[in-house]
């Protein structure tokens, strides 16, 4: 079976500050990792995902995540966070093997101020 | 593309009537998921098909609810009877093919039993 803990419910951080979100997955069959995002009253959209190769995963809006297998985490960064990142953003794995099924954290609230 | 539609968005009922959400999948995706996201337990994968074919229902909470695929572009979630604890967002997502591709998700039906 396949777990994801997200360490930080709700991470407050100021405009054009630095963010990291925390992500630590269990698992013992190999998975591919995912970060998604939800902003107010809408459903998820993907931001990243790591599959294999560089362990570094450059996504969209200017974010990023880096795999550690070690620690096993995928912590999601963004060097200067904007006020339209406010939002709630989930980390996921999914077996390896083209199951589709993802098992996601509890999720992290992102709260962007000016 | 319109993306994944969901309806209705908004469904308010009252406990022991029967509700059914509805889904239609991106043109082309060949698999269809459907999630339930509260407060209390975040977001849970219900219930997921391949090519119109039921894969894992473990995430199903009990008989009273249902999923089909009648054909390959539209789905339904069936409650009966509902209870006010099934209230919740669900969400249904499709990808174009389970595992390593995107899941794009719906807006979400937010339902409430009283």
């Known amino acids: 079976a396949q777990s994801v803990t997200q360490l930080d419910s709700q991470v407050p951080v100021f405009e054009e500050a630095p963010v990291e979100l925390r992500c630590n997955y269990s698992s013992s069959v190999s998975v591919y990792l995912f970060w998604y995002v939800q902003y107010p009253n809408q459903g998820l959209q993907l931001l990243l995902k790591?599959?294999?190769?560089?362990?570094l995963v450059k996504g969209i809006n200017g974010f990023e995540a880096e795999f550690n297998k070690s620690q096993t985490s995928f912590h999601l960064r963004k060097p200067s966070v904007h006020i339209s990142d406010t939002a709630e953003y989930f980390c996921a794995v999914s077996p390896t093997g083209n199951t589709g099924k993802l098992i996601f954290g509890q999720g992290t609230t992102l709260q962007v101020k000016p | 593309d319109a993306g994944v539609i969901q309806s209705p968005r908004h469904e308010v009922t009252e406990m022991g009537q029967e509700v059914t959400l509805r889904c239609k999948l991106i043109?082309?995706?060949?698999?269809l998921f459907w999630y339930r996201q509260t407060m209390m337990r975040g977001l849970e994968l219900l219930i997921y098909f391949n090519n119109n074919v039921p894969i894992d229902d473990s995430g199903m909470p009990e008989d009273r609810f249902s999923a089909k695929m009648p054909n390959a572009s539209f789905s339904t979630l069936k409650i009966q009877p509902s209870e006010p604890r099934d209230s919740a967002v669900y969400f249904c997502?499709?990808?174009?093919?389970?595992?390593?591709?995107?899941?794009?998700f719906g807006p979400g039906t937010r339902l409430t039993v009283l």
């Open positions: 997502a499709s990808s174009l093919v389970g595992g390593t591709d995107e899941q794009f």
């Open positions: 790591y599959l294999s190769g560089s362990t």
């Open positions: 043109s082309g995706h060949n698999s």
